[in-house]
Every structure is written in structure tokens, then in C-alpha cells.
């Protein structure tokens, strides 16, 4: 979803620096708008209807009080693009049920089993897994090591899919129950009847349609066909971090009849969130998500104190290496920056993305070897510092050079991203005030 953030990004920014706002301005804006949608995968014909929508929108309504036309522009193609991609929040319970993954050969089915226990279990609740692909080599063994990495029971005991859940349900005492089923390379009538079969065994409280974002405005077939056939209560976009199409499966996943209920945003267990589109759009407009950082933190167990802290740059040494594990559990550096506000777009130095755990190790020692007025104070740390600083911690004096070279790169860009290029001033302010979001 990057090049289409970044198109879309890009599309704000245009409307932002506008002088004038007119009819002639705002159809060149609506033609990038379009051009970004194609080439995002999107039906041509929605995309047609979303253009006349926010046309009419925004030069034949009447402007809000308190807002200027321009204003106005960006708060309309912002809800638009909103309802576009889903209208509705996905819903999901946290109650004893039993879950039902179904799909196509390929779309995640298995490594979204796992991430839909890790999601259920961070909130409380004792998830398990149970493995009814019986056509795939590897689907049992694969499940297996993803429940021992989730740390949940995993029931696989039975030839056919029906007998292996049969066998959990006697079994099992967990209160979520995920079952894994097989897929094809095609919907045939035999994988209907097999996921039939499989349904009227579990009786599940919801049967998810697991969907890989490339497939684009393909998705919207697969969601009819199977909801034709065998019924489903919510989609799942899996890998959506790594294709340019996942505006196209998302729009029209959101026309299909189904909503989308969970997003894949990534490899890890962790990587999994519940649809919000409102939250969504923010984030990929470069508007941040606040509340969504906040919950990230809160699931990896930091504080809202260190969360703020981490936002704002203020740590010194003696804070530096806890904060920068605490924001490893919470996803990459630059998920991390997609939810604050105005900084999603900014250029971050190569290798900041990524800290490896044996750099991290060489960083403690180094720390560890510091004084105390050193750790709170890192500016006084000059060559004499750092030569006897690395023959205390047995390192090199570049490794001790590079720890502070990220300890400044890091610092700086948390306080750009919260010192203004947020959405404290400029031409968002008063947009970010009516959408009630926080700077």
C-alpha cells in the first residue's frame, strides 16, 4: 500500500497548496485522484461514481460555517475516501466463539489463523487452533510451529477435515476456537461442499473470507462467490503492506456485501489489526493514528507515559535502549510514524528502519559503560569518552559512535514529526480540529 499512500499523500498536498479553489482546480485535483485510484487496481466504475460524488460534493453544497472552500475540499475527499474503502468499523467480539477461515490456495488462510489467536489472546481471552487442511503437505506442520510461536494449543488429531474437528470440539476447553480449512488454486464445487461439510460440523459464529490484497478489484468476485455458496459473516485483507493493489481488493471488498473485519499490515504475529476505515484513511494521508499507536503500545505492555515520551523525543541514554525495544515489539520505526500525525511522509535515514538484536546487545554494554551524568547528558560524550566508554564495554569505537549517531537521528525525527510538521499548523490545522484528531 505504499505507492498508493504515497499517491494519495500526494493528492492532499496539492489541494493543501492551492491559491485558488475553483471548478477548474478541483477537476485537476479529482483527475490525480483518479489517476492514483487506476493504479491502485480499482474498478474504473466505482471510481467514475466516487469522482462525481465529491464533484457535486464540493462545488454544489453549501460551505459548513468556519470553513474555508479549500477546507472544505479536503474534509470532503477525506470522507468520501472513507466510505469508499469500507463505511463501516469491523466489528469483532471478544466472546467464546468458534471461527471459521475459508479461501483461496495462497490468500494466508494459515499464518492468519495465528495472528487472529495472538489478537484474541493479548485482549484476554484463551484462543486455539485447529488444522482441517488436510489437501496441503505442509498446512499441519506449518500450524503446529505457529501455535508454538503464539504459545496456544494447536488440535490436528483425524484424516479428514470433519474428524479433526469433531475431535477438537470433544477436546478442546479454550474460549475462541480457529480453524484452519483448505483451499484451492480455484472456487469449485468441490471445495464448496468440503467447506459445507466442514460448517455444518462447527457451527461457526463467523466464517472469514481470507483475501490477499494483490488480487485487487478481484476481491470482489471471490467475496460474492463464496458468500453465494458458503456464506460468510467478514473478509480478511491479508498483505496488504506489500502490493500497490490493496486500495483496489479494499474498495471493492467494501461493495461485495461483506465488510472487512481484519487487516494483515505485515510478517509478524502482531501484524494483524481490526478494520477501521476512518483510521485507515488517516494513516495513509500522512493524518496519523494516535489512538491506534496508543493500543499498539498498550497490547506490547508499555505505558501510555513511555508511548508519549517515545512520540515526543524527550529520552535521554538512560531511557534510549528500553524505548527502542519497547518500539521494536511495536512494529517497525516506520509504522510507527504512519500513526503520528503529519509524519508518515518524512524521509527517514537508511538503517533507522531496522536494529538488529546483536547491535542492540553491543548498545546495552556501551550504555552500561557510561557514567551517570554521560547517560542523561550524551553531548559531553567526545573522543576521550568514547574511547574509554568502548574499552569498558569491550566494543569498537565505532560501534560506540554508531549507537550515538541513532540516538541523535532518532531523537531528532520524533521531535520533527511532533514540532510543528504535524498537523499543529498549516493548512491541515483546522481540518485535523474538525476530524477531532489530536497534533
Known sequence: MQDFGSSLKNVFRKIAGLGIVD????EAIIKELQRTLLQGDV??????????????????????????????????????????????????????????????FGSGKTTTAGKIAKWFKVRGLKPGLVACDTHRAAAKEQIKQIGKRVEVPV??????????????????????LIFDSAGRDALDSKLAKELKDLSKVIKPDEVLLVI??????A?????????????????????????????GALAAA??????????????????????????????????????????????????KETADKIMEGKFTLNEFYEQIKSMQKMGSLSKIMDMIPGAGGMKIPKGMLDVQEDKMKKWKFAIDSMTKEERENPEIIKASRIKRIA?????????????????????????MAKGGKGLKRGPLAAIAKQFGMKA
Open 391 to 415: 574499552k569498558g564495554a569491550g566494543l569498537s569505537e565505532s560501534d560506540v559512535r554508531d549507537m550515538l549517531k541513532y540516538y541523535k537521528q532518532t531523537k531528532k525525527v520524533m521531535k
Open 23 to 26: 471548478k477548474e482546480a478541483v
Open 155 to 176: 488440535y490436528y488429531s483425524g484424516k479428514k477435515p470433519e474428524d479433526i474437528a469433531k475431535e477438537a470440539l470433544k477436546k478442546s476447553k479454550e474460549d475462541v
Open 254 to 303: 467494501a461493495v461485495s456485501g461483506a465488510g472487512v473485519k481484519f487487516i494483515g499490515i505485515g510478517e509478524k504475529v502482531g501484524d494483524l489489526e481490526v478494520y477501521d476505515p476512518t483510521r485507515f484513511v488517516s494513516r495513509l494521508i500522512g493524518y496519523g493514528d494516535i489512538q491506534g499507536l496508543l493500543e499498539k503500545a498498550k497490547e506490547v505492555g508499555i505505558s
Open 212 to 217: 490477499p490484497a494483490d488480487i485487487g478489484q
Open 43 to 104: 474498478d474504473v466504475a466505482l471510481v467514475s461514481e466516487l469522482s462525481s460524488k465529491i464533484k457535486k460534493r464540493v462545488l454544489e453544497a453549501k460551505l459548513p460555517a468556519g470553513l474555508t472552500l479549500k477546507e472544505y475540499f479536503i474534509k470532503s475527499l477525506y470522507e468520501e475516501i472513507v466510505e469508499f474503502l469500507g463505511r463501516e468499523k469491523g466489528e469483532v467480539a471478544l466472546k467464546k466463539q468458534r471461527i471459521l477461515l475459508i479461501g483461496l
Open 219 to 247: 476481491a470482489r468476485k471471490q467475496s460474492e462467490e463464496f458468500n453465494k455458496l458458503v456464506g460468510i459473516t467478514g473478509i480478511v485483507v491479508t498483505k496488504l503492506d506489500g502490493t500497490a493493489r490493496g486500495g
